[in-house]
């Protein structure tokens, strides 16, 4: 693949659009957007101005048939698996937005097509992609932390922002506010403590942020607790009515046998308390890691396109296949059904 990478982009709203602005602009010695599909007016013109010799597709199933290397999906998650199995099949690269999917079922049936096919499909769990959280992982695996015994999230947040109809409120089409926003986090940390997710406790319910009526709408405040197969725990604590955007507060964190390792992403720093090791001070230690762009201002948003090529370029599998981080996907879902049904669940 000498000539540049021919992309094609399904959905370009808030996500979709900032996916086509860096393969089109920051990675064009490398790609060139030449193909999306959408049919809000408004957004056309938007992706016109990024890329004006694309070609526009009100069908999906043409954008996939047509002359292109790769396609990027950010739709909604509802459409995932559909539309990277068709991408798959039609022997295309895939990008394809987080999560894996939103059934268990959906997730088995994209990571059998994954390992079938010599194509790559990269998940977009940009957060693996960060110095920072690499950073993280690097320092467990040197032991820093001795056994890691413990992994927690708390993310204190605004409300979701408004999407296309309304469907990331609808647990049918999102999956649920946990699939939907916390299998970057729980993939996270299933990376760190390097094991797979047994069982899952939650609870979560609407209290604030109703938008549609009915038994459907997503949760505003959800708490999960789970084992890993190595015996580890993790929790997370979710509020998305906290703090108004762009307050947002996300805090996560290791505990092991012999010390605790904590995230300040204010600064891009890491807190490290070491047993017998400076009383109630931590070690602070610096990263040096790019701030987020895109939609989100994720850490790790820039640094997942230029990977995606690579892989693309090399045919090594990328960090975030859909091997690498179906298991935060699984967990996700099996938190939501744990609330739904009230009992531990576990995860096959």
């Known amino acids: ?68 290397d790769a396609v990027v999906i950010s739709s909604p998650n509802f459409t995932h698996v559909p539309l990277a199995l068709e991408a798959i099949k039609a022997g295309k690269h895939v990008f394809l937005e987080k999560p894996v999917g939103i059934t268990p079922p959906e997730c088995r049936a994209l990571l059998r097509a994954s390992q079938k096919s010599d194509r ?8 693996r992609y960060s110095a920072y959280f690499a950073k993280i992982k690097q320092l467990i695996e040197k032991g820093s932390v001795g056994v890691p015994q413990m992994a927690w999230c708390k993310e204190f947040r605004g409300p979701f922002q408004p999407k296309s109809r309304n469907w990331i409120q609808d647990r049918r089409k999102s999956g649920g506010c946990l699939v939907d926003k916390n299998c970057h986090h729980f993939d996270l940390m299933n990376w760190w403590l390097n094991s797979k997710p047994k069982r ?3 609870f979560g319910s609407n209290a604030i942020n109703r938008v549609i009526p009915g038994p459907n709408q997503v949760h505003d405040h959800a708490t999960a607790s789970w084992e890993y197969a190595n015996g580890a725990k993790g929790t997370l604590h979710l509020s998305l009515f906290a703090h108004e955007p762009p307050k947002e507060t996300l805090e996560m964190g290791v505990v092991g046998s012999e010390g605790v390792l904590q995230t300040d992403l204010d600064n891009l720093k890491l807190l490290l308390w ?17 701030r987020g762009i895109g939609w989100g201002g994720h850490l790790g948003f820039a640094e997942m396109h230029p990977a995606f090529i690579k ?18 996907t699984l967990l996700a879902i099996a938190a939501e059904e744990s609330i739904r049904k009230k009992q531990i669940v576990t995860i096959k």
Do not use: W
């Not at 790559?120 to 957060?127: A, Q």
């Not at 892989?311 to 935060?328: E, F, H, K």
């Open 200 to 202: 899952v406790s939650a």
């Open 120 to 127: 790559i499909l990269m998940i977009g769990h940009e957060l």
């Open 311 to 328: 892989a693309l370029r090399s045919g090594v599998q990328p960090l975030t296949s859909v091997q690498n981080t179906i298991d935060g």
């Open 1 to 68: 693949m000498a000539n540049k990478i021919r992309m094609g982009f399904i959905g370009v709203g808030a996500m979709g659009y900032s996916h086509l602005e860096i393969f089109h602009q920051q990675c064009s010695k490398q790609a060139e957007a030449v193909a999306y599909c959408a049919t809000n007016t408004e957004r056309i013109q938007r992706a016109q101005k990024i890329a004006p010799e694309a070609v526009l597709y009100k069908n999906e199933s043409n954008l996939i048939k047509s002359d292109l």
């Open 274 to 290: 070491k047993k017998g090791k400076r009383k109630g001070e931590p070690r602070i230690i610096s990263v040096k890691a790019k």
